[in-house]
């Protein structure tokens, strides 16, 4: 690559640093004016300048890094995380208390009072037919759920698929390290046993379904890539939007349609049965969207959120405005990651549509919950997993701006998904490396679609 090349590379990078570095400033100065000074203050900011300022900086000074893979280590990975799932729920139901408590206290996993308790208060909301005394914040589509099972559904229905669910996403763990670069298992190891990952497999929070969603979209795209296989994922999308309104986003995982017969017909159906959903539910949307921005939670907490970051940098902005000067700079960073993640892809000219479809909806769903919704709990956490098998290309890379953001990359996903009580690190580093995997990702469907346009017209010219 051209020397104007290499310079824009790193420049967007440094930005981007730059760009925390202003955010941490603003969070360090706003703690100095309280009382007992920085030295005291509780925002987390010091320990994440340094963590971050490491991050930044060590892997400059690797020119090479090499992995030795085996193939059982993918079986291992979802093994662990099979076991590990299974044991915490099991002893939460039958086992010694001190055993269960123990369990949770040392993998940091935050316990609940009840076994799979997200999917068993979804359940009661959904017998209840929507009664405010087991309120959700769920969408009305949930409660389809009963008609479809003819009224049989109820609380109980919670222990099996909750086993079910800690089987089927500890094999897609397995299934994305199996197709990642030996780099990436390392990472999936550590996420096997993360506190984020358990916490989804403990919860069997909905969540779990948004993300299998885009493993189903590379399995219609290598398996049934046709106008009815097409058809059936638009509607599971559409359905998924219905509960949560953030996974409409997901209808990006569409685009390949465009490439079949008649495949226009189910992207403009989607987009007319969303739009028209949302129009009908609008006040839901708005009051589900402000309930994330009241999430500021300034002690240290499991989960991620732009409003845990702009509510450290001081009283004197108004935090409900979008263009409040915290807010700006927040979005500045994103924007500042996917344009650095563009550069990436572009300097690693990849093309696998599969990996980017997986990044492309894992961080569309980070980011609109954690950035735009303002506000996700742990949970959310293993949405940054499925941009690992893209971001990870390039730790093989020779090439030192592609080797440096592989190695950044993989250090701020394992940071977020392994630490639970520091929110503003683990927040500023998650919106960082999910900006710059949408940045990466768009560009591999992209370049996708350019082969296929290319080969199209070659095939053209010949005839």
């Not at 930005?15 to 703690?31: D, N, P, S």
């Not at 929507?130 to 769920?138: F, I, M």
């Not at 995982?253 to 007319?272: C, N, Q, T």
């Not at 030192?400 to 500023?428: E, G, H, P």
């Amino acid at each position: 690559m051209q020397t104007g090349g290499r310079n824009l590379q790193w420049s967007l990078a440094a930005l981007t640093w730059l760009i925390v570095l202003a955010i941490l400033g603003m969070i360090l100065l706003a703690g100095s004016q309280g009382e007992g000074g920085i030295q005291n203050s509780d925002s987390g900011g010091n320990t994440t300048a340094l963590v971050l300022a490491a991050i930044a900086s060590l892997p400059l000074f690797m020119s090479r890094v090499r992995f030795v893979a085996k193939k059982w280590i993918p079986w291992v990975i979802g093994g662990v995380s099979l076991a590990l799932g299974l044991a915490m729920s099991l002893f939460s139901l039958v086992g010694p208390p001190i055993v269960s408590w123990s369990m949770y206290g040392g993998l940091q996993v935050l316990k609940a009072s009840q076994v799979f308790m997200d999917l068993a208060w979804v359940l009661r909301w959904i017998d209840c037919e929507g009664c405010r005394s087991e309120e959700t914040n769920y969408g009305s589509g949930l409660l389809w759920i009963k008609q479809l099972t003819l009224a049989q559904i109820n609380e109980q229905w919670a222990i099996p698929i909750g086993f079910a669910l800690i089987v089927i996403l500890s094999a897609a763990l397995y299934w994305l390290a199996r197709m990642s670069p030996p780099g990436a298992l390392p990472l999936y190891l550590l996420a096997s046993i993360s506190s984020a990952w358990l916490l989804l497999l403990d919860r069997a929070n909905v969540d779990s379904f948004v993300f299998l969603t885009p493993f189903l979209a590379v399995l219609v795209y290598q398996r049934a890539s046709n106008f009815w296989g097409w058809s059936g994922l638009a509607l599971w999308i559409w359905w998924l939007g219905t509960w949560k309104f953030y996974p409409f986003a997901l209808g990006l995982l569409l685009l390949p349609v465009l490439f079949i017969k008649r495949g226009w017909i189910v992207l403009v159906g989607f987009v007319i049965a969303t739009v028209v959903f949302v129009a009908v539910q609008w006040e839901s949307t708005m009051s589900g969207f402000q309930a994330n921005q009241v999430n500021v939670y300034l002690e240290d907490f499991p989960a991620f959120g732009r409003t845990p970051i702009i509510a450290r940098m001081g009283g004197g902005y108004d935090q409900s405005s979008l263009l409040a000067l915290p807010n700006l700079l927040v979005f500045a960073l994103a924007v500042s990651a996917f344009f650095w993640g563009i550069l990436y892809g572009k300097a690693m000219n990849t093309r696998d549509l599969p990996k980017g479809l997986l990044a492309v909806g894992g961080s569309g769903m980070f980011l609109a919950n954690v950035l735009v919704g303002g506000f996700g709990f742990a949970y959310k956490g293993p949405f940054l997993l499925l941009a690992v098998p893209l971001l990870a290309l390039g730790l093989a890379s020779k090439n030192r701006f592609v080797l440096y953001t592989a190695i950044v990359s993989m250090l701020l996903i394992a940071l977020s998904i392994m630490l639970s009580y520091s929110i503003l690190l683990t927040s500023l580093a998650s919106i960082l490396v999910a900006s710059l995997a949408a940045g990466m990702g768009v560009t591999a469907c992209l370049e996708h679609v350019k082969g296929v346009l290319a080969s199209r017209s070659r095939q053209s010219t010949a005839v």
